[in-house]
């Protein structure tokens, strides 16, 4: 038996390892995550945006402060 033999088993092998597994994506999970929702524009941030990027958003976009955006933020 030569190398192509093991290398065709060892994919058979690990076909039924693989197969089990579902679909990774992780877009429903980074939808559900993003709830800091700009108030002038509507725009979505994930909930782990941190004060800084919101008040660059708020001071380039809109040139307001971050409490006229983000209201309900809470740092």
């Given at each position: 038996m030569g190398?192509?033999?093991k290398?065709?088993?060892?994919?058979?092998r690990n076909a039924g390892k693989n197969?089990?597994?579902g679909p990774t994506s992780k877009t429903k999970v980074n939808e559900a995550?993003?709830?800091i929702i700009c108030?002038?524009?509507r725009q979505a941030f994930l909930?782990?945006?941190?004060?800084?990027?919101?008040e660059e958003h708020a001071q380039n976009?809109?040139?307001k402060t971050l409490?006229?955006?983000f209201p309900n933020f809470t740092k």
């Open positions: 190398n192509g033999a290398a065709a088993q060892k994919r058979e197969a089990d597994k995550a993003k709830n108030q002038t524009c909930l782990t945006t941190r004060a800084p990027a919101l976009k809109h040139s409490a006229e955006c």
